[in-house]
């Protein structure tokens, strides 16, 4: 959340889903290892300091896929049926 830049400068755009859909759930849960409200609240105290803005907030996991497509430098989550071959993946590793 402290970095807003790519390594090549373009500018990171955060999507999400909404905070209580099932696999924002899931994915905070599972690989952020926390639960939404406490990422929520990391968010509002970045957005209210000045360091850092709100994520832009789906609808839908096919809005994900269509967001992620077509924004230069996005960052979200998909499973894995909805990824496609002009998405680069980046992989979490779990420690």
Request: proline share 3%; hydrophobic share 40%; aromatic share 10%.
């Amino acid at each position: 959340m402290r970095q807003t830049r790519w390594a090549d400068g373009q500018l990171i755009q955060v999507f999400v889903l909404h905070s209580e859909h099932e696999q924002h759930l899931l994915f905070s849960r599972n690989y952020l290892k926390m639960f939404p409200y406490q990422l929520d609240a990391i968010w509002a105290r970045q957005r209210y300091s000045g360091i850092g803005s709100f994520p832009i907030q789906v609808t839908s996991l096919l809005e994900m896929q269509q967001r992620l497509q077509q924004t230069p430098g996005a960052i979200g989550y998909l499973t894995t049926d909805l990824m496609s071959s002009d998405l680069n993946v980046v992989a979490i590793n779990e420690k």
